[in-house]
């Protein structure tokens, strides 16, 4: 059974501050991802990695950044939190292979308000 | 245009509906198709993938018109357990895919 574990299921921080949120994937997949959630806005692509410090950016980058420095881990840094920063984030993980798609595995999400 | 676009819903049906969603999507290109299921306050679950015209597990049936870009869902004999929200899921480019806003579905007994 794939899991996916997020660090925090809720956090709160202040304007400013540095926040990291941290993934880990117990299945070997390549690929891993985030994502943040918002009413009416749906799932947004953060920033997306197919391989151990290979990153892309997502429809939604600015005012984060990640970090995979090994293969089960994605870690996603707000480098000066803002409230329109207060979302549900969400990291997933999926296999890999040439161009293929594969299922997208989700780990809980973390409820991240910036206040 | 929004790359995916789904109804938002919300679609409220009895037990015992059949119900269907339509979902359509701009990237010709894409060959892979996936149907998730969210329910409240958790992440999403894969519900089918899509790899060719068309997929069908138990009550759910997914059909795929690439030449119309577009893609549905029909669930059969809606179960109270069915209330969620549906999101509609194209492969976009190498493991990256674009989540459409979801289509929320409650059945009422």
């Known amino acids: 059974d794939v899991k996916v574990t997020q660090s925090s299921r809720y956090l709160v921080k202040r304007t400013g501050e540095k926040v990291f949120l941290e993934c880990v994937q117990d299945?070997?997949?390549?690929?891993m991802f985030w994502y943040r959630q918002d009413p009416g806005l749906g799932l947004r692509l953060i920033y997306f990695?197919?391989?151990?410090?290979?990153?892309e950016k997502g429809d939604i980058p600015e005012g984060y950044s990640v970090s995979r420095e090994k293969k089960e881990r994605f870690s996603l840094i707000l480098e000066s939190a803002s409230t329109n920063q207060t979302s549900m984030y969400l990291c997933?993980?999926?296999?890999?292979?040439?161009?293929?798609?594969?299922?997208?595995?989700f780990g809980p999400g973390t409820r991240l308000t910036v206040t | 245009r929004k790359e995916v676009e789904q109804d938002p819903g919300p679609f409220n049906v009895p037990e015992g509906a059949t119900v269907a969603f339509n979902c359509t999507y701009s990237n010709s290109a894409s060959q892979s198709f996936f149907w998730y299921r969210q329910d409240c306050r958790k992440e999403p679950k894969l519900l089918m993938s899509?790899?060719?015209s068309g997929n069908e597990d138990g009550r759910f049936t997914a059909q795929l018109n690439r030449a119309s870009q577009y893609i549905s869902l029909l669930i059969r004999d809606s179960k109270l357990s069915d209330s969620a929200t549906y999101l509609c899921?194209?492969?976009?480019?190498?493991?990256?895919?674009?989540f459409g806003d979801g289509t929320t579905l409650t059945v009422k007994p």
């Open positions: 997933a993980s999926s296999l890999r292979e040439g161009w293929a798609s594969y299922e997208q595995y």
């Open positions: 299945m070997d997949h390549e690929n």
């Open positions: 990695s197919y391989d151990v410090k290979m990153k």
């Open positions: 899509v790899y060719s």
């Open positions: 899921v194209p492969d976009t480019n190498a493991g990256k895919s674009t």
